[in-house]
């Protein structure tokens, strides 16, 4: 008889265990159920930070976050929480009522509330994994009332640490001056406000009411949030994050290196369409995708010019990247119908592989490189669900041993 062949040697496990699928949790459960190497291996934070890092162009989306408004004669809206991972069906800690959803990076949610018996909003940071939260109170409102504004996480270096955590606030007034702020979790404190140059608003002379409102950039507060790591040389650290302006005027820039705000300007192609931030499919830089409201079945992404990324962003260029047949994905009744403008891009995660589209038929996720289109919400009006933030983390068995 044979002699049995001999055990693979852990490294080589490791090689096989780490090109696991990231958006199906389970799978790693599995694996750590098959023996106690195994479970020792994959429930190891050595194995995690590799997994992490072998992953890292494909962060894992394993659900998205929305606001769903109720049917009369119950009318409101309710926070929810929409799985989209085979394994991954459910919360492990629940989220409290009132929150409305404002932003989610690396396994952490940022949603904010009004405060009982007080004219503020709390923001609060939550990891749904362990359940862990911080709050702050909103940055004191100047004399003027805000025209709009958005919050978003900062990405910071110990990302695994709960207690850690920065937000960058944007804000317009009513006098049309645009600021930003930033909280360190570290300080428990705001920083000062940091002005959006004067020079970057449209001073041409207005013929029309819509020119005249677009005359001075304001934030627009349910949009979209991007970040980009291009003028950062830890790849970990998005240096840069990217904010949309009401009617589709441009685009703000913060710089946390720098502690800069920038207006970026749009292409004409987005005169009349829906924008979408995005990082591009090359090297993490600033995208948008669209779909052509003339052209319903169009969904085209654009790219900022790698060349301008030193140059005044007010006056940079735009290169299209890409152009995509929607009706060879979809079937005809989704997108052509009475209100067939409503088909717009709500969220891209991961460049053209995880790509949210809402329709009057409800929400679908798609695979742009592959063609494979996934149902994940159902809908009978494009307005039944708002505030789309899709829910990316790594999620291993070394998580679960954390929350015993």
Same mark, same amino acid.
């Given at each position: 008889?044979?002699?049995?062949?001999?055990? /693979?040697?852990?490294?080589?496990?490791?090689?096989?265990?780490?090109?696991?699928?990231?958006?199906?949790?389970?799978? /790693?459960?599995?694996?750590?159920?098959?023996?106690?190497?195994?479970?020792?291996?994959?429930?190891?934070?050595?194995?995690?930070?590799?997994?992490?890092?072998?992953?890292?162009?494909?962060?894992?989306?394993?659900?998205?976050?929305?606001?769903?408004?109720?049917?009369?004669?119950?009318?409101?809206?309710?926070?929810?929480?929409?799985?989209?991972?085979?394994?991954?069906?459910?919360?492990?800690?629940?989220?409290?009522?009132?929150?409305?959803?404002?932003?989610?990076?690396?396994?952490?949610?940022?949603?904010?509330?009004?405060?009982?018996?007080? @004219?503020?909003?709390?923001?609060?940071?939550?990891?749904?994994?362990?359940?862990?939260?911080?709050?702050?109170?909103?940055?004191?409102?100047?004399?003027?009332?805000?025209?709009?504004?958005?919050?978003?996480?900062?990405?910071?270096?110990?990302?695994?640490?709960?207690?850690?955590?920065?937000?960058?606030?944007?804000?317009?007034?009513?006098?049309?001056?645009?600021?930003?702020?930033?909280?360190?979790?570290?300080?428990?404190?705001?920083?000062?406000?940091?002005?959006?140059?004067?020079?970057?608003?449209?001073?041409?002379?207005?013929?029309?009411?819509?020119?005249?409102?677009?005359?001075?950039?304001?934030?627009?507060?349910?949009?979209?949030?991007?970040?980009?790591?291009?003028?950062?040389?830890?790849?970990?650290?998005?240096?840069?994050?990217?904010?949309?302006?009401?009617?589709?005027?441009?685009?703000?820039?913060?710089?946390?290196?720098?502690?800069?705000?920038?207006?970026?300007?749009?292409?004409?192609?987005?005169? =009349?369409?829906?924008?979408?931030?995005?990082?591009?499919? @090359?090297?993490?830089?600033?995208?948008?995708?669209?779909?052509?409201?003339?052209?319903?079945?169009?969904?085209?992404?654009?790219?900022?010019?790698?060349?301008?990324?030193?140059?005044?962003?007010?006056?940079?260029?735009?290169?299209? =990247?890409?152009?995509?047949?929607?009706?060879?994905?979809?079937?005809?009744?989704?997108?052509?119908?009475?209100?067939?403008?409503?088909?717009?891009?709500?969220?891209?995660?991961?460049?053209?592989?995880?790509?949210?589209?809402?329709?009057?038929?409800?929400?679908?996720?798609?695979? /742009?490189?592959?063609?494979?289109?996934?149902?994940?919400?159902?809908?009978?009006?494009?307005?039944?669900?708002?505030?789309?933030?899709?829910?990316?983390?790594?999620?291993?068995?070394?998580?679960?041993?954390?929350?015993?």
């Amino acid at each position: 008889m044979a002699p049995p062949p001999s055990p /693979l040697m852990e490294e080589l496990i490791e090689e096989i265990l780490i090109r696991f699928p990231p958006n199906d949790p389970a799978s /790693l459960v599995g694996a750590a159920l098959v023996c106690k190497p195994w479970c020792r291996l994959v429930c190891s934070p050595g194995f995690r930070r590799r997994f992490t890092e072998f992953h890292r162009r494909r962060t894992p989306v394993l659900g998205f976050f929305c606001r769903v408004y109720k049917p009369r004669p119950m009318s409101g809206e309710e926070l929810r929480f929409v799985p989209t991972s085979p394994s991954f069906h459910r919360l492990p800690h629940a989220m409290t009522p009132n929150w409305q959803i404002v932003d989610a990076l690396h396994g952490r949610v940022l949603f904010c509330d009004a405060v009982a018996g007080g @004219d503020g909003l709390r923001f609060t940071v939550w990891n749904p994994i362990t359940g862990r939260q911080a709050s702050t109170m909103r940055p004191p409102m100047a004399p003027q009332p805000y025209k709009g504004w958005k919050a978003a996480l900062l990405s910071v270096d110990d990302m695994d640490s709960d207690d850690s955590f920065g937000l960058v606030f944007v804000a317009t007034m009513a006098d049309g001056v645009t600021s930003a702020r930033v909280y360190s979790s570290e300080h428990h404190a705001w920083g000062m406000p940091i002005l959006l140059p004067s020079t970057t608003t449209a001073t041409a002379t207005a013929t029309t009411r819509k020119q005249q409102q677009r005359q001075r950039v304001c934030v627009s507060t349910l949009g979209h949030v991007a970040r980009s790591n291009t003028n950062n040389n830890n790849s970990n650290t998005a240096a840069l994050v990217y904010f949309e302006c009401r009617w589709n005027y441009g685009i703000l820039e913060y710089d946390s290196c720098k502690q800069q705000l920038s207006f970026i300007g749009l292409p004409s192609q987005c005169e =009349q369409n829906c924008i979408t931030l995005m990082t591009d499919e @090359d090297g993490g830089g600033l995208g948008f995708a669209m779909i052509d409201v003339h052209r319903d079945s169009k969904l085209f992404t654009f790219s900022r010019r790698d060349d301008d990324a030193s140059a005044d962003p007010s006056c940079c260029t735009w290169a299209q =990247q890409r152009e995509f047949d929607l009706d060879e994905l979809f079937p005809w009744d989704v997108l052509f119908t009475p209100l067939a403008t409503a088909t717009r891009v709500v969220a891209v995660v991961n460049a053209f592989t995880d790509v949210f589209i809402g329709t009057v038929h409800g929400i679908f996720t798609v695979d /742009l490189n592959l063609g494979r289109v996934r149902q994940i919400h159902h809908g009978s009006h494009p307005c039944d669900i708002g505030q789309i933030v899709p829910y990316t983390t790594f999620r291993t068995p070394v998580d679960v041993h954390s929350e015993l």
